[in-house]
């Protein structure tokens, strides 16, 4: 007797195999569903309830502010973030009339009172809204109707995910075009292949994913997210014996084009006009090379010449950070002035170049002798009047026997010394060096040298650690003999000497294209990014966030407000009852997938019959993408070094919710009433742990006795004190 397969399977010449095909039919909204849709969106009005408050700065809506304002200015800024969003915001703020000086410093200052600042909440409560809508239509395309209100509603009620949709943030708009891309996949994979329908949801994928990765950098795991699923789509289409191999391909170009290619031209568009709108010197100058400086409309060309008693300013090869001195000294070893390397443009970063002798002002402003190769020279810190020195000490952190202190020490009148002088060894020249000259000559921009003490034959360095508070977290120079050579490569950026002012041997680069900043603005930001290590009080581990063990203050007007002003504090926390349900339904599916994966796994297992068809199926089919989206969007952040907050959390919990989701349809399918008191217990927990975190989500008065009850966690760090006023 021939075994009957399941829906989905055909008999091949050898064994069954499955077919490509839609599995689900999208259904039209009933009139339950249309009621929902409905109640589901007045519900979500409440992000929108009291925008205004707090008028003042929250959080880091002072870096999107400030963002606006250089955009204003066109200032060219670096940021670790893709620039959709500090796009979207400005275009939105250019829309009213407001004074453009407007200063805002710090967290907790007040908006001008003509600044669009509600306006600006208003875009992030929209998005928020239009996660929450999204997410009823993707769950509704796996779910039952009940399951897909229920969760919903858990997600317009996510404590965290409320905080970040009204406020002056990137992960409201973040969170919305994420949940765009997985809506639009999802129903692209139910559609019947080369229909408008799937056509449409396909581009729509794509233009989601391109909108996706241009608004944060952890666009990117979403993207991977899709990539993933796509894979395993190819996979399963390839091996549909019914499908010929050239349509197979015209399935592999479409996705090509749609999820790779769409994205990355929005991508660099978005580049484009955040490069068109700053086309002058601003806070982000200091990450950038000289060459793409150059590009800028303000950008000062330097002489080309450096002479001895040149003003000059040193950037580090690799770190494009300046050699750089401070009034600060060292708390240990020599207890002298500190050297250090900076990330902007300071008066503190300005050395003068002299002899190896005694200081002679005349001379060294009258006689135009070049820096060669080969040279001893001094160097000078104008600011504090010390010159670089380096001694027989460890360092501060490297204390390594081959390592040597470096430091500013003695004054003019300084008579020979080696431990005071550094031999020039001039090793390669720029890419936009014109010709062999900067290697025999010191040349402005085009010049890489060595710096290498004389008295202990130790080359000048510096590397990515950073110094302690006592070093205001700047990067550690030290001098190490026989180091990695990348880390020993310094250029001079900008020289100015009294015989130059009128020299017509000004420094000009060629042209710098459109892709050559692009790839050198993404090596600043993965830099930036990759140097967020200073501490943080509300820096938390990876660990931590499943079961929400902080929070992050947020905003709180204890030291601020007016007399007639309420006490407000808003901190980040998400709502308990999801983020515990999403926890333990993650490793419960972990579980069952794997089980499932083994069986499915099996090359010679016969399908189930179709009369075995199970939840349990339906279950591992409809989950394991969200279990991957999670597993992909918090696994990265337990392998980074930098600085961690709770909010990087959203993503992953994002998908977490919608993991929750397929369970209880699962436990409902299973068994109605054993899944309707866990959905029910879910529901009403959820809504219970939102209402009395309302005061701080939204920044509403509160008690001191309130807030004092409600810390329910030892490391929840509520400022209970604001409530004190």
């Known amino acids: 007797m021939t075994k009957e397969l399941p829906s989905g399977y055909f008999q091949g010449p050898f064994r069954p195999y499955k077919t490509f095909q839609p599995s689900l039919t999208e259904r039209p909204l009933s009139k339950f569903e249309q009621f929902a849709v409905f109640s589901i969106l007045l519900i979500s009005l409440i992000r929108l309830y009291k925008l205004y408050i707090p008028d003042r700065v929250v959080f880091d809506e002072i870096h999107l502010i400030k963002y606006i304002k250089n955009y204003y200015d066109g200032s060219i800024f670096v940021d670790i973030h893709p620039p959709l969003g500090k796009l979207i915001y400005f275009y939105i703020t250019k829309l009213f009339s407001f004074d453009k000086d407007f200063q805002i410093d710090i967290i907790g200052d007040l908006y001008p009172e003509d600044f669009p600042y509600l306006w600006l909440r208003l875009f992030s409560g929209i998005c928020g809204i239009g996660h929450v809508l999204l997410t009823f239509f993707t769950l509704r395309i796996t779910c039952n109707s009940v399951i897909s209100i229920v969760i919903t509603i858990l997600i317009c009620l996510e404590n965290s995910m409320v905080t970040v949709s009204r406020l002056i943030l990137l992960e409201g708009p973040s969170l919305f075009v994420q949940s765009l891309v997985i809506y639009n996949y999802k129903a692209f994979t139910t559609r019947i292949p080369f229909t408008g329908c799937w056509y449409f949801n396909l581009f729509v994928t794509g233009i989601a994913l391109g909108l996706n990765i241009s608004l944060k950098i952890s666009g990117l795991f979403t993207f991977a997210w899709v990539g993933i699923l796509t894979c395993v789509q190819l996979w399963e289409i390839l091996g549909d014996l019914r499908i010929s191999i050239w349509q197979f391909i015209k399935h592999l170009v479409l996705r090509v084009v749609a999820f790779i290619m769409v994205p990355l031209t929005i991508y660099c568009s978005v580049f484009y006009i955040h490069f068109e709108n700053l086309p002058n010197e601003g806070p982000g100058s200091g990450f950038l090379t000289p060459h793409f400086r150059s590009t800028l409309d303000d950008y000062q060309q330097q002489p080309l010449q450096v002479l001895y008693g040149s003003t000059i300013t040193i950037k580090h090869n690799a770190l494009e950070k300046y050699l750089h001195s401070h009034d600060l000294t060292y708390p240990r070893g020599s207890n002298l002035q500190q050297v250090t390397l900076y990330d902007f443009p300071d008066v503190n970063n300005e050395w003068v170049i002299e002899t190896k002798q005694k200081y002679n002002e ?93 008295a202990t034959r130790c080359n000048l360095m510096s590397h990515e650690q950073k110094l302690p508070d006592w070093g205001e977290y700047q990067n550690e120079v030290l001098c190490v003999k026989e180091p990695t050579i990348p880390n020993t490569l310094w250029y001079v950026e900008s020289s100015s000497h009294p015989l130059l002012k009128d020299t017509k041997k000004l420094k000009t680069f060629p ?31 990876p660990l931590d966030w499943p079961l929400l063990s902080r929070g992050i203050a947020f905003f709180s007007n204890y030291n601020l407000k007016s007399i007639d002003e309420e006490s407000s504090l808003i901190y980040y926390l998400g709502n308990v009852a999801i983020y515990y349900s999403v926890f333990f339904v993650g490793l419960i599916a972990i579980f069952k997938c794997a089980i499932y994966s083994f069986i499915k796994l099996n090359p010679y297992a016969s399908p189930p019959s179709s009369s075995k068809s199970s939840p349990y199926a339906n279950f591992y089919n409809n989950s394991w993408p969200y279990l991957v989206g999670w597993f992909i969007n918090y696994i990265p952040y337990c392998l980074m070094s930098r600085n961690l907050y709770l909010h990087h959390y959203l993503s992953a919990l994002n998908f977490g919710i919608l993991l929750l989701s397929q369970y209880l349809n699962y436990r409902v399918a299973k068994n109605k009433i054993i899944g309707g008191i866990i959905t029910a217990t879910i529901f009403v927990s959820a809504i219970y742990c939102f209402y009395e975190f309302i005061p701080i989500t939204y920044g509403l008065p509160w008690t001191l006795d309130q807030c004092n009850s409600h810390k329910w966690f030892p490391n929840w760090d509520i400022d209970c004190m604001t409530y004190t006023g």
């Open 511 to 541: 042209k710098f294209s459109f892709w050559s900043k692009l790839i050198e603005t993404h090596k600043v930001m993965f830099n930036l990014n990759k140097g967020f290590t200073n501490p943080h009080p509300y820096a938390s581990k």
């Open 362 to 454: 005349e001379k060294l402003m009258t006689d135009q002798r070049e820096v060669k190769d080969g040279d001893v020279v001094r160097l000078y810190h104008k600011a504090t009047g010390h010159y670089l020195h380096v001694n027989d000490i460890r360092p501060p952190i490297s204390e390594h026997e081959y390592s040597y202190e470096v430091n500013g020490n003695e004054t003019r009148g300084l008579l020979g010394n080696e431990d005071y002088e550094f031999k020039i060894r001039m090793l390669v020249k720029k890419p936009h060096a014109e010709n062999d000259l900067p290697l025999i000559k010191l040349r402005t921009t085009e010049t890489i040298f060595q710096l290498i003490h004389q």
